[in-house]
């Protein structure tokens, strides 16, 4: 069973499922020669895939290509259902900073086979998550920045306000599919300059205002 705090507080939450959003940055479909999508791009990770800041992103062999994507992390604190995008922000409990470990080799593959996605990015380690501040601690979710630092190197920067698809709009729309429950949690998509991550790497992403997550990557 894994979990995540709202720092400075006593709150802790089980993690439900997480609920990832794909294409929702312009120039990050744009750089893997997507198509634009007409409404959200979604698919999942399991609670399992959660690791925590200074952990250990593991490789798995049937790999040669893994790369990171930066996200805004998003918490639902109350169940909603069929939920407007006006009430959408009530039910958040907090925001975080993931990184999307995706392998690309695998995914690429099953694409091509018209197959789902999870063997890619829902493996053991394929999710560092960090720690929530409460939802009174950012005042729009759309004017946050979002960063990551390969080794050092800054490698992604970009305003949450270039989202394809507002942070809003993402609950309400997720709400019509799947009941949103306490617990359950959103990565919001990622903006351009993901690439690949080998053995002895150092990742951070920084999401201004709301916190960071460093792991590092081994096989």
């Given at each position: 069973?894994?979990?995540?705090?709202?720092?400075?507080?006593?709150?802790?939450?089980?993690?439900?499922?997480?609920?990832?959003?794909?294409?929702?940055?312009?120039?990050?479909?744009?750089?893997?020669?997507?198509?634009?999508?007409?409404?959200?791009?979604?698919?999942?990770k399991p609670a399992s895939s959660v690791i925590k800041n200074g952990e250990t992103v593991?490789?798995?062999?049937?790999?040669?290509?893994?790369?990171?994507?930066?996200?805004?992390?998003?918490?639902?604190?109350?169940?909603?259902k069929n939920i407007s995008e006006a009430d959408a922000l009530s039910h958040i409990a907090?925001?975080?900073?993931?990184?999307?470990?995706?392998?690309?080799?695998?995914?690429?593959?099953?694409?091509?086979?018209?197959?789902?996605?999870?063997?890619?990015?829902?493996?053991?380690?394929?999710?560092?998550?960090?720690?929530?501040?409460?939802?009174?601690?950012?005042?729009?979710?759309?004017?946050?920045?979002?960063?990551?630092?390969?080794?050092?190197?800054?490698?992604?920067?970009?305003?949450?306000?270039?989202?394809?698809f507002s942070v809003a709009k993402l609950i309400s729309y997720i709400s019509t599919i799947?009941?949103?429950?306490?617990?359950?949690?959103?990565?919001?998509?990622?903006?351009?300059?993901?690439?690949?991550?080998?053995?002895?790497?150092?990742?951070?992403?920084?999401?201004?205002?709301?916190?960071?997550?460093?792991?590092?990557?081994?096989?």
């Open positions: 069973m894994k979990t995540v705090l709202i720092r400075d507080t006593d709150s802790e939450f089980i993690i439900g499922k997480i609920v990832c959003v794909g294409r929702n940055y312009l120039e990050h479909i744009n750089e893997l020669g997507n198509q634009l999508p007409s409404e959200p791009v979604i698919f999942m593991f490789i798995p062999s049937f790999s040669n290509d893994c790369h990171y994507e930066a996200e805004l992390a998003v918490l639902i604190g109350t169940d909603c907090g925001y975080g900073v993931a990184i999307d470990m995706t392998l690309r080799d695998v995914q690429d593959g099953q694409k091509k086979k018209g197959l789902p996605w999870d063997v890619a990015k829902g493996f053991d380690t394929a999710c560092p998550l960090s720690d929530f501040v409460s939802v009174a601690s950012v005042q729009n979710p759309q004017e946050l920045t979002v960063q990551f630092f390969l080794n050092g190197e800054e490698r992604q920067n970009c305003s949450t306000g270039y989202m394809i799947f009941t949103l429950e306490e617990g359950d949690i959103i990565l919001t998509g990622t903006p351009s300059g993901v690439g690949k991550v080998v053995p002895g790497d150092q990742m951070e992403a920084i999401v201004t205002g709301v916190g960071a997550i460093k792991a590092v990557v081994s096989n």
